[in-house]
C-alpha cells in the first residue's frame, strides 16, 4: 500500500494535510510532517512523461491526455473535477466526433 501511495505521490507532487494527518490509517503511513514512511526517497514525474515513456504514447497525445486526466486526479476532492465538468472537457469533445 505504501509503494501505492508513493506512485501518487511522484506523480501528484503534494497530498492535502488532512490526509496525511486526519485519516484513520495516516499514522500507519505518514510521518508527523506529511511525509510517506518507508520510502526514501520519491521519483517525481510528469503524468505526460509516464504516458510518453512508459506506455509510448506519442507527445502531443500524451500532453493533451494529461490536460484530460490531471484534474480528475487532484488529491484535495474540494478541488478536484466533477464528472459533469469532465464532460465539458474540449479534449473529450474532440476525441467524440
Request: glycine residues 4%.
Amino acid at each position: 500500500m505504501v509503494h501505492h501511495l508513493a506512485q501518487i505521490l511522484e506523480l501528484m507532487r503534494t497530498v492535502p494535510k488532512l490526509l496525511t494527518t486526519g485519516g484513520e490509517y495516516s499514522r500507519d503511513f505518514f510521518d508527523r510532517s506529511g511525509k510517506l514512511k518507508h520510502i526514501k526517497k520519491l521519483r517525481y514525474r510528469r503524468l505526460r512523461d509516464v504516458l510518453h515513456d512508459t506506455f509510448l504514447v506519442p507527445p502531443e497525445d500524451a500532453d493533451a491526455a494529461s490536460v484530460f486526466l490531471l484534474p480528475m486526479l487532484e488529491m484535495d476532492m474540494s478541488k478536484r473535477a466533477s464528472a459533469q465538468q469532465m464532460l465539458k472537457s474540449p479534449w473529450l469533445q474532440e476525441t467524440t466526433t
